[in-house]
């Protein structure tokens, strides 16, 4: 406790404050920069993780999105971008609240805890995911719609590669190891923890194309109270360094799938304009003229973009083209 002022030291701190000796402006802006320093708590939502252990499941998450875009690459065959956008602290009812109905929840079992986890895909991200994986183009649909049980089916396959991804992101801090459950479309069939307990809701942007979804992750904190005991910044940022022989052996496995992937390969001999006049009267026998001649260059296309410059011919009775160069920036504007 601090001591109490005698009254001669009173009288004699007015006399400094009338006489100017001591700054009463200066006393009264320390005073209010140490009210500026207190911070309120809610005690109805208390914080269960510290700063450093928010981060470090941030960074771990980082982890687990760039390695699950690799894999989606190579299964969509379209361009893949997966960010982490948040890590809260919520209440469980506040996250079921927050699921959209109808929704994609995949329940998975902590492998050696008596707790359970949620993986929330938006309606649309799987969807576009079975589009994908089919053959088909990515679209949003207008309004979500539950799963058929097919395209349940289609998806378990994903979903059980990226428990298997997550698991192995976690290695890095402890040995968990997560197990599909089961598949339910609506946030109030899923009970995985009382009301009141906290969870750690970790939320992703998947870009498919050009499309953005939205996907997140639930844990609650007692499945991970053994796990959070331990998380150190220190210690994730020490096992989450990528040796040079592992770079090397990703850079690899890239190239390889790269190099596997089909592209289509197009030729073109011409072009030709009609009218739709010319186009009804059109009968067997008749020429359509082209606009190349039989001695110009051809165009061979890569995917959807005219690449090289060919010549046509045929090769074991077969119809060929020879490339003779790759077209420049110029040959495109010339067109």
């Not at 875009?69 to 960010?83: G, K, M």
């Not at 097919?150 to 402890?174: F, G, K, P």
Request: proline share 4%; charged share 25%.
């Amino acid at each position: 406790m601090k001591d109490v002022l005698s009254q001669q030291e009173i009288d004699q701190l007015l006399a400094s404050i009338q006489s100017g000796e001591v700054p009463v402006d200066q006393l009264i802006q320390q005073g209010t920069q140490k009210h500026k320093e207190v911070q309120l708590y809610d005690f109805r939502r208390p914080n269960r993780l510290s700063k450093n252990q928010l981060r470090t499941i941030q960074t771990l998450h980082e982890n687990f999105s760039e390695s699950l875009s690799y894999y989606l690459v190579s299964q969509l065959q379209t361009v893949v971008t997966i960010n982490v956008i948040s890590v809260d602290q919520l209440f469980y009812s506040e996250y079921i609240l927050s699921v959209a109905s109808p929704s994609c929840l995949y329940v998975f079992d902590v492998v050696g805890t008596e707790g359970s986890g949620i993986l929330e895909l938006s309606p649309q991200l799987a969807l576009a995911i079975v589009a994908r994986l089919l053959g088909g183009e990515v679209e949003i649909t207008r309004s979500p719609r539950v799963l058929s049980a097919i395209e349940q089916t289609i998806l378990r396959n994903v979903v059980e590669h990226i428990m298997r991804q997550l698991s192995e992101t976690w290695q890095v801090i402890y040995p968990l190891k997560f197990r599909l459950d089961r598949y339910e479309s609506e946030a109030d069939f899923v009970q995985i923890a009382p009301s009141s307990e906290i969870v750690i809701v970790v939320v992703f942007d998947v870009t498919l194309g050009t499309h953005t979804f939205s996907m997140s992750l639930c844990y609650p904190t007692f499945t991970l109270e053994n796990v959070l005991a331990q998380i150190g910044w220190r210690h994730l940022t020490a096992g989450i360094r990528v040796s040079p022989e592992k770079q090397k052996e990703d850079r690899e496995l890239i190239r390889r799938r790269i190099e596997k992937t089909q592209l289509p390969v197009v030729a073109e001999l011409g072009h030709a304009y009609i009218t739709v006049k010319e186009l009804l009267e059109l009968k067997e026998g008749d020429v359509i003229k082209l606009d190349t001649r039989i001695d110009d260059e051809l165009r061979l296309i890569v995917g959807e973009r005219p690449k090289f410059a060919v010549r046509p011919g045929v090769l074991d009775g077969k119809r060929a083209v020879r490339i003779l160069r790759e077209l420049t920036s110029e040959d495109l504007m010339e067109e």
